[in-house]
């Protein structure tokens, strides 16, 4: 089913009786020339561009629950660019380019937004951090401009600027940041994936990955044996566990990250706005509620909800930003598992194992990588090359040291800040 201005009108006439579900439920194949494991961002959007890019459709993507039970519809929704270094700065650039056409591409609305990413600095010394950081972005192609305290000011009047503890020097803007929705996206890849013929098996678990003389034959799910040459660990928060079953040790260590919305506001924050002496940062959604988040929890779990400690910690520093945000009532909050890597960079690549793939260490920040990932997944399955946009993103670089993108200035045990 196409959408189109006209496909509205009649489904407003007639009630949307004649809708289809968006996608297959195809029972498992025994073989297929690629199996994707994860029904998340990453492994739907590397299925659909297997197959629009490289004609591979004899695919499946397998998924323990259901489409977009994961981190891709538990985020905040945020999309920028605003990366310093080179290996994540071309990928993510892509990545914004991607998105910008997503909903073109995919012939499915995700609401992609574009107010504007304003991140803050209330010093010196992380003023010329941000200088450096939006010079780099420039130079890149992307959008910066450093705002002083009255340009700050004139976007976000709300913030409280005298705080005494953390005064507002001024904010890095990136126009072209922003937000989507979430479960569009997901949506979205899986309908478009679906039409070219990919095979979308929910309720799926993978628990075994077959190898023979060094070389991936296929899986085991709950759903009987699959056989592939091809497989790729698309997993999230689940990364090192379903590596493991293919003996692998992998450089991650999971964490649980909460996000908190509230009820329903008449608009008030029109841009993404993050803090920059607290983990703090906060939009607001189109149906109203402020949606923010602050740190991830500081010790390793896979429980996919949060804890009472993090929720103060996020919310004193709401409250020291925006005192405003006090009268606000939170309705919900959740928490998703997010797969932490030594650098805070993540890893897309081959393994020692052939024919198997790995796409992880997306950390807090892989919604915005959706897009770039899967492209990039995708390049490397079908021609055994990297991406140029992800050339960087290798395993070995936590084996030899070399080529780590420690983004955040926040040294080897990034999972620790
Ligand atoms: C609270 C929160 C806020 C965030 N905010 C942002 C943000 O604002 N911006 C941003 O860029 N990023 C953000 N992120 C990070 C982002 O959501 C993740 O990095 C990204 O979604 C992870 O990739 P994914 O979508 O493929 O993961 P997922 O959706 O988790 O997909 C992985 C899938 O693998 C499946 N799976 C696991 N094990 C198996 C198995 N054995 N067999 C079959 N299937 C299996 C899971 O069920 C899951 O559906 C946030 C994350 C959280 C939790």
Not at 138 to 148: C, E, Q, S
Not at 311 to 339: F, N, Q, Y
Not at 344 to 356: C, H, K, N, R
Request: charged share 20%; net charge neutral.
């Amino acid at each position: 089913m196409g959408y189109s201005g006209l496909s509205i009108i009649k489904d407003g006439v007639f009630g949307g009786k004649g809708r289809k579900p968006l996608w297959r439920d195809p029972a498992p194949k025994s073989r297929y020339d690629a199996i994707i494991i994860g029904g998340g961002g990453h492994g739907l959007a590397t299925a659909y561009y297997l197959a629009r890019e490289h004609g591979l459709t004899n695919i499946a993507v397998l998924e323990k629950g259901h489409i977009g039970s994961g981190n891709i519809g538990r985020n905040t929704t945020i999309v920028r660019a605003n990366y310093f270094l080179p290996g994540n700065q071309e990928f993510y650039s892509h990545s914004l380019k991607l998105w910008e056409g997503m909903s073109q591409a995919l012939n499915y609305n995700v609401m992609l937004s574009q107010r504007g990413v304003i991140s803050l600095f209330h010093s010196d010394g992380q003023r010329d951090a941000f200088v450096r950081r939006g010079n780099a972005m420039i130079n890149h192609g992307d959008d910066a401009i450093l705002l002083d305290r009255e340009g700050v000011r004139a976007h976000l009047p709300y913030l409280d600027f005298d705080t005494a503890r953390f005064p507002i020097y001024g904010g890095l803007y990136h126009p072209r940041g922003g937000t989507a929705r979430h479960d569009a996206v997901a949506w979205g890849y899986a309908r478009a994936a679906d039409q070219r013929g990919v095979d979308l098996i929910q309720n799926c678990e993978v628990t075994g990955i077959d190898i023979e003389n060094g070389a991936v034959t296929g899986v085991q799910t709950t759903r009987g044996a699959i056989k592939a040459r091809k497989v790729a660990i698309v997993t999230a928060g689940r990364s090192g566990q379903v590596a493991a079953l293919a003996g692998m040790r992998l450089p991650v260590e999971s964490h649980v990250l909460q996000a908190f919305v509230t009820e329903g506001l008449k608009p008030v924050i029109d841009h993404v706005v993050s803090f920059g002496m607290g983990h703090f940062y906060i939009s607001q959604s189109d149906k109203g509620g402020l949606v923010f988040g602050g740190d991830l929890d500081f010790y390793a779990s896979y429980a996919a909800r949060g804890n009472l400690p993090m929720a103060e910690h996020v919310m004193e520093a709401a409250m020291t930003l925006m005192p405003m945000i006090g009268k606000a009532r939170v309705l919900r909050s959740w928490g998703g598992i997010m797969d932490m890597t030594p650098d805070g960079s993540a890893i897309i690549d081959t393994t020692p194992t052939q024919g198997l793939f790995v796409d992880c260490g997306w950390c807090y920040g892989g919604f915005k990588a959706v897009p770039a990932s899967g492209f990039a997944l995708a390049h490397l399955m079908a021609t055994g090359q990297p991406h140029a946009t992800a050339a960087k993103f290798r395993l070995d670089r936590f084996r030899t040291g070399v080529g780590l993108m420690d983004e955040e200035g926040t040294g080897a045990q990034h999972n620790l800040h």
